[in-house]
């Protein structure tokens, strides 16, 4: 049995159609107590496979308390197998922000505008 994880993971509202492929983003502030928290490649990450719309999020610097939230929002093709078309990816634009309720809303507002 795993051991209980000391912070509970974000809430996030995901709207139909979307699935979370990653989600390493915690219910607790970016500080230099809790950076560790947020020391990952990719905090969450998300895909819509019916309009290939797709976004990644990080905290850069990785870990530093002082960071910023960072989202790249992409478009990517999939073939009739559902396997993502290679070279596909088209850059949509970044987002970035020092405050996780306003990159917590601009992943919510992505998902249910595309």
Known sequence: MRP?????LQPIRVPSG???T???LFEVEL???TSDWF???VLLGGVRRSSGHCFDSRVEPEGDPNGEF???FLKIDYDQRGKPVKNSEVFLGEFRTKSKIEFI???ESFMIES
Not at 4 to 8: R, T, V
């Open 39 to 41: 020391a990952c490649s």
């Open 105 to 107: 809303k601009k992943i």
């Open 31 to 33: 500080t230099p107590e």
């Open 18 to 20: 979307w699935t979370v």
């Open 70 to 72: 960072v989202i790249d």
């Open 4 to 8: 209980k994880l000391q912070y509970n």
């Open 22 to 24: 990653i989600n390493n």
